[in-house]
């Protein structure tokens, strides 16, 4: 069994420990590309592919070719999805927004649903804009309980 | 043209049949836009105001933006990109910004 963990850099901590909980119990598990560097905080913050206001800001040359970069990065963590079984949404407070699921990770969970792989989100659904499409995927609630993921 | 298009209240009756099949209804939408977008050479987002919100994009209109984008279809938009919690990721689409100028698609 194969799981993807999704979710926002900034909670890579969170996500590292996910991946070792879901390991020993026996689970084959991807995570985003350099999680393991920005748990260690050998990656600097400005380097995560987030929205920030400062990358909105910035030089357009350099924003848009940013961006390209993301997008090619995130096409990339889409065929690793397709390879799992299952995706696992790390969702913790960001923006102070509780549970909160950045644009990316959304787009994730809708790759896994269109592909009809059970999403599993660490924590209820968030109040936000895109809510009433992520209730429509029905994803399954863990409520912070790993250990319900079959 | 988009799903409820010549149902434009088709949600709201869903809404008012179940929760529960309102839900699944909205589902199984999410997953039309495949099936509605490959066949085309390009999408066009109408992003107008909503909610009080300039250039408005709902969460299943970012969707199909991104089916079309996964699907290497051409993006344009009417307006320009909303300032939302997922404007990173529509620049990272790359998307043709009209300004209202329908003239300029190709």
């Not at chain 1, 799981?3 to 901590?13: A, F, T, Y």
């Not at chain 1, 689970?27 to 592919?49: G, I, R």
């Not at chain 1, 599993?120 to 995927?137: F, G, H, R, S, T």
């Not at chain 2, 509605?36 to 919100?53: C, G, H, R, T, Y």
Request: hydrophobic share 35%; net charge negative.
């Amino acid at each position: 069994m194969k799981i993807v963990i999704c979710g926002s850099m900034h909670h890579s901590k969170e996500m590292r420990k996910a991946k070792k909980i879901l390991e020993e119990k026996g689970f084959e598990v991807e995570v985003p590309k350099n999680t393991e560097y920005y748990a260690d905080e050998t990656l600097p913050l400005e380097s995560k592919h987030e929205s920030t206001k400062n990358k909105i800001e910035g030089d357009l040359f350099k924003k848009y070719f940013e961006k390209i970069k993301e997008g090619d990065l995130f096409k990339k963590y889409f065929e690793k999805i397709k390879e799992g079984d299952s995706i696992l949404v790390v969702n913790l407070e960001k923006h102070e927004i509780q549970n909160y699921i950045g644009g990316n990770t959304f787009l994730e969970m809708a790759f896994a649903h269109i592909l009809d792989k059970p999403i599993y989100l660490q924590n209820p659904i968030p109040e936000i804009l895109y809510k009433d499409e992520i209730i429509a995927m029905q994803p399954i609630i863990l409520n912070g309980d790993l250990s319900r993921i079959k | 043209m988009p799903n409820s298009y010549d149902d434009p209240f088709k949600e709201e009756k869903m809404k008012k049949l179940s929760e529960k099949e309102h839900i699944i209804w909205k589902g199984e939408m999410l997953k039309k836009d495949e099936e509605n977008i490959s066949p085309q050479d390009a999408i066009l987002v109408l992003n107008f105001e909503k909610n009080k919100i300039p250039n408005y994009i709902g969460g299943a209109t970012f969707l199909e933006i991104y089916t079309a984008w996964r699907l290497n279809k051409k993006i344009f938009f009417y307006n320009p990109l909303p300032n939302c919690s997922f404007t990173d990721e529509l620049i990272a689409m790359q998307p043709i910004i009209l300004n209202g100028d329908l003239s300029r698609i190709k």
